[in-house]
Each structure stands twice: as C-alpha cells, then as structure tokens.
C-alpha cells in the first residue's frame, strides 16, 4: 500500500475536510451584538448565509459533486470568518479556525 503525499487529497476529502471544519466553526461562533441593533442583525445574517451555503454544501456532497460541495463549503466558512473579522461575531479567540482581528 502506497502512502500518500501531504497535499494530495482528492476534492472529495477536501471537502468532507471543510465541511467538518466549518460546522466546528459555527458552533464556535458568537454573536457580538445586543439584540436589536443593526450589528445584531448584520451577524444573525452572516450566520443564516453560513448555515445555507453548509445546506447546500451537504446537499451536493450526498449527489456526489464534491467540487460543488467544496466551494459551497468554503463560502459558508467565508462568511463566518468575515463575521468574526469584521466584529459583528466572536471567534472565542480561536486562530485555527478564523482570521481574528
């Protein structure tokens, strides 16, 4: 059996990958805001696109389009890292899996 190389996974791992890393991110993350304000509701945003890019990430990898799946994952991170990166959610001090400030 032939080990593989660092950085040779296939796009089907590399998904599975990010998709276990941004569902460990969005139950990581924070809202920074009090209820109510503008902030509040631009970071319950950030959130809803995280969880629907995840969605649809999930619903293309059950078809078995991992590249869709992948760049479905990687929007849904996105979303949480600018969240946290713009102030408007918490990344608990977590630099693994978001871009802190």
Do not use: C
Request: a positive charge.
């Amino acid at each position: 059996m032939s080990k593989k190389k660092e950085g040779s996974e296939s796009v089907a791992e590399r998904a599975a990958k990010y998709r276990k890393l941004t569902e460990a991110a969005l139950l990581k993350v924070s809202v920074k805001a009090f209820a109510g304000t503008r902030d509040f509701a631009r970071a319950k945003d950030f959130i809803s696109m995280a969880e629907n890019y995840l969605n649809d990430g999930r619903h293309f990898e059950q078809k078995g389009d991992s590249a869709l799946a992948l760049a479905a994952f990687s929007y849904a991170h996105a979303w949480l890292d600018a969240g946290v990166r713009a102030g408007f959610l918490g990344g608990k001090g977590d630099n693994r899996l978001f871009t802190l400030p």
